[in-house]
């Protein structure tokens, strides 16, 4: 299982820095980009009259011209910027209303406005960025550690983690009234 891991988390790290696979579920963004996961919070009710994007998209790493640094680019024309060269430009520009603005050995955090990103969530973003090989050794870990105590779950258990995962599936649906 953990050489299984291991071959896992390294293709993911050398697929990317070529492709930066991003899901959305209900505005939460999942994203890898050069060794780095990322996840984009929005801590703000969904908006009256919006619904929640939900969607896969596959970036590939491209120059735009010979003036500009290699960004994310999606078939459709899409661009983003990549994380640590996001992160590198708020730490440059003195941004005040940011907490942590620098990648340290792979791990940061920044509140960002999220109005530059979606309509549908006015407030700001947590934007939380981890090593792959991190998020690789926890997820090892804890199913290590479940199947080495090779738990019973009783019918208590199983409400519980439904009920868990039913409120970590709703929270980001919440809308605000009218």
């Not at 979606?118 to 960025?129: F, N, Q």
Request: charge should be positive.
């Amino acid at each position: 299982m953990i050489l299984a891991s291991v071959a896992t988390s390294a293709l993911l790290i050398v697929r990317s820095y070529n492709y930066s696979d991003h899901l959305t579920y209900s505005d939460v963004e999942l994203s890898t980009d050069e060794g780095l996961f990322s996840i984009m919070i929005p801590l703000a009710r969904l908006a009256p009259g919006h619904k929640a994007s939900n969607n896969w998209q596959t970036y590939t790493r491209h120059r735009i011209n010979e003036w500009t640094s290699d960004r994310w680019v999606t078939a459709g024309g899409g661009t983003k910027f990549r994380a640590r060269e996001y992160f590198a430009m708020l730490g440059d520009s003195g941004n005040d209303d940011t907490i942590s603005t620098r990648i340290f050995m792979g791990f940061g955090y920044v509140f960002v406005d999220s109005s530059w990103t979606s309509a549908s969530r006015p407030g700001p973003l947590l934007w939380i960025v981890v090593p792959i090989w991190a998020v690789a050794a926890i997820s090892t870990a804890a199913i290590g550690t479940s199947l080495c105590m090779r738990a019973r779950f009783g019918i208590r258990s199983l409400l519980l983690f439904t009920a868990i995962a039913a409120v970590m599936l709703l929270l980001p649906t919440l809308q605000t009234s009218k």
